[in-house]
């Protein structure tokens, strides 16, 4: 039986965030799996997900985010935080590198339409449902 608590962050093993550009969201390509994935990663210490969700994007895609608001914790423990970025990545293509640093684990970055895409695109298929639910609650707060 799954005892975590989904609507506690602190609960969380690890963190992510949730970047929206434009109508699409802003993803990993895991090397190797080839996947999508959230930018993110496990809890350092006694960090806290917010500043976990911070650090492991920034290693991950190069963006400096401001984490803002806290959507869902995953089934597997992924804390997920609604995360805002002023950097023109809209500007950028849809697939485009990721920085040299992150390569050993990151593929590519891909801004995608959360609604176009299936489980089988995602590196773990349960974290379709909060992918699609982050998206709707950032663009239901946006307005």
């Known amino acids: 039986m799954d005892t975590l608590n989904i609507d506690n962050p602190s609960e969380a ?46 290693e991950e895609t190069g963006f ?9 914790t995953t089934k597997n423990g992924l804390a997920l935080f609604g995360c805002a970025l002023d950097a023109g990545v809209e500007t950028l293509p849809d697939a485009f590198d990721a920085p040299p640093w992150a390569k050993l684990e990151v593929k590519g970055l891909v801004k995608v339409d959360p609604f176009s895409i299936d489980e089988k695109s995602m590196r773990f298929a349960d974290d379709l449902i909060p992918l699609r639910d982050g998206y709707t609650q950032i663009v239901i707060n946006q307005h």
């Open 13 to 58: 093993t690890a963190a992510a965030c949730l970047i929206k550009v434009d109508k699409k969201v802003l993803l990993i390509r895991h090397r190797l799996s080839n996947k999508l994935d959230f930018p993110g990663g496990g809890l350092a210490n006694s960090e806290s997900p917010a500043c976990t969700a911070h650090r492991e994007t920034w």
């Open 64 to 72: 400096n985010v401001e984490v803002s608001q806290y959507l869902a």
